[in-house]
Nanobody
Framework: QLQLVESGGGLVQPGGSLRLSCAAS????????IGWFRQAPGKEREGVSC????????NYADSVKGRFTISRDNAKNTVYLQMNSLKPEDTAVYYC?????????????WGQGTQVTVSS
């Protein structure tokens, strides 16, 4: 129920790009806002970006604004996080999470995470 699976993480050099995917398993994402969070070793989990169920509203943490872009393709039951101009401080495990309709509602489900490492 409400299973989410992240993919697309890996090792990338500073300044490089990655695209993360968040795919739903067993349910449709069309009624859910999807957020991306990240957690670096020894640090608290932080919100990165979120997109409303309609796709009409997005938000970004100040630290990634202008570099990351969130989008969704409901036909593919997938939400993406395009990450450009990556910095070492972006290194973290990235998680996607679903909330009903809008990003301000409580998270109903978390994915297992995908590791992003930005290093030369």
């Amino acid at each position: 129920q409400l299973q989410l699976v992240e993919s697309g993480g890996g090792l990338v050099q500073p300044g490089g790009s990655l695209r993360l995917s968040c795919a739903a398993s067993g349910f449709t994402l069309q009624h859910y806002a999807i957020g991306w969070f990240r957690q670096a070793p020894g640090k608290e989990r932080e919100g990165v970006s979120c997109i409303s169920s309609s796709g009409g509203s997005t938000n970004y943490a100040d630290s990634v604004k202008g570099r990351f872009t969130i989008s969704r393709d409901n036909a593919k039951n997938t939400v993406y996080l395009q990450m450009n101009s990556l910095k070492p401080e972006d290194t973290a495990v990235y998680y996607c999470a679903a909330s009903y309709g809008v990003c301000s509602r409580p998270v109903a489900s978390w994915g297992q995470g995908t590791q992003v490492t930005v290093s030369s």
